[in-house]
């Protein structure tokens, strides 16, 4: 990933980033996470309902609206492998535009 910009709250319980990344690069990370971790993911890769789905508008306002950080057009969801205690990462990929949101959440 290249032009990373991250936003880490006061409360240090995770982070919010957007950066530039291949759709292969993208996919090859990810696909690595679940290798690694995915046996002890609380919930299996796909389990997650809106995994895969376009983005909306809401999802990204709710989600980054305060850094104002321009909504992607195309953005698909994923999953990382997920902690018991719901601790993971939910990226927004855009291919198109070789771009990535991803909020990430620990305890």
Do not use: K
């Given at each position: 990933a290249t032009q990373i910009t991250m936003h880490k709250p006061n409360h240090g319980n995770g982070y919010r980033a957007r950066y530039s990344i291949s759709e292969s690069d993208?996919?090859?990370?990810?696909?690595?996470?679940?290798?690694?971790?995915?046996?002890?993911?609380?919930?299996?890769?796909?389990?997650?309902?809106?995994?895969?789905?376009?983005?909306?508008?809401?999802?990204f306002n709710r989600t980054f609206g305060d850094l104002e950080w321009e909504p992607l057009d195309n953005a698909v969801v994923y999953y990382s492998p997920t902690e018991a205690d719901g601790g993971g990462a939910t990226y927004y990929l855009d291919s198109e535009a070789g771009i990535a949101f991803q909020r990430t959440g620990y305890w």
């Open positions: 993208f996919t090859a990370y990810l696909d690595d996470l679940w290798d690694e971790y995915g046996e002890f993911s609380a919930v299996e890769r796909g389990g997650f309902s809106d995994e895969g789905s376009l983005a909306t508008q809401d999802d």
